[in-house]
T-cell receptor, first 113, second 112 residues
Framework: EAGVVQSPRYKIIEKKQPVAFWCNPI?????LYWYLQNLGQGPELLIR????????DSQLPKDRFSAERLKGVDSTLKIQPAELGDSAVYLC???????????FGQGTRLTVV | GQQLNQSPQSMFIQEGEDVSMNCTSS?????WLWYKQEPGEGPVLLIA?????ELTSNGRLTAQFGITRKDSFLNISASIPSDVGIYFC????????????FGEGTQLTVNP
């Protein structure tokens, strides 16, 4: 069974440019998470979806970050415009239900120059 | 938001030694998960705990859900070089629904 798939693995952009990350969760998993991981720190939740509904987005910087999960499967996380401080690893995870184990993708390493 | 205090921050041990790390919170948790992350990869789930007092093993790894529901422990026995990585605890607080909060990680180095 395929795990959580994220793309791209790496992205380098100039500041003020837009960027988008894509996530395909494990088949059948209803809950999808986007996390931000800064160097040397643990992952921090940005947004959590239950099917297509964003049920926890209180930590998403909504002035520049947006996310969608239109059909309750794949998800896209967008930053527009990107800032230097956005350089980090963006992790996607999924779980069968909201209270079960969460499995992570390999992440997208974003560098903003 | 919820805070998880994970310790130690780093450990340098010799191959064959046992390792112990823990995670504590001021809040009551109803789920504890332990992950390992290697460079350039996402966290990989090692052990999941759902009941206070629960003790679960996965090979040389053993984790426990603390009786107070405010802490969890991970032990690695007879460490080997491939145990190197960052170990994260993660948990769901009783008052935060299904939000999964992570600790800051324990960097483990194993010297052959």
């Amino acid at each position: 069974e395929a795990g959580v798939v994220q793309s791209p693995r790496y992205k380098i952009i100039e500041k003020k440019q837009p960027v988008a990350f894509w996530c395909n969760p494990i088949s059948g998993h209803n809950t999808l998470y986007w996390y931000l991981q800064n160097l040397g720190q643990g992952p921090e939740l940005l947004i959590r979806y239950e099917n297509e509904e964003a049920v926890d987005d209180s930590q998403l910087p909504k002035d520049r970050f947006s996310a969608e999960r239109l059909k309750g499967v794949d998800s896209t996380l967008k930053i527009q415009p990107a800032e230097l401080g956005d350089s980090a690893v963006y992790l996607c995870a999924s779980s069968l239900a909201s209270y079960t184990e969460a499995f992570f993708g390999q992440g997208t390493r974003l560098t903003v120059v | 938001g919820q805070q998880l205090n994970q310790s130690p921050q780093s450990m340098f041990i010799q191959e064959g030694e046992d390792v112990s790390m823990n995670c504590t919170s001021s809040s009551i948790f109803n789920t504890w998960l332990w992950y390992k992350q290697e460079p350039g990869e996402g966290p990989v789930l090692l052990i999941a705990l759902y009941k206070a007092g629960e003790l679960t093993s996965n090979g040389r790894l053993t984790a426990q859900f603390g009786i107070t529901r405010k802490d969890s422990f991970l032990n690695i026995s007879a460490s080997i070089p491939s145990d190197v990585g960052i170990y994260f605890c993660a948990g769901r607080a009783e008052t935060s629904g299904s939000r999964l909060t992570f600790g800051e990680g324990t960097q483990l180095t194993v010297n052959p």
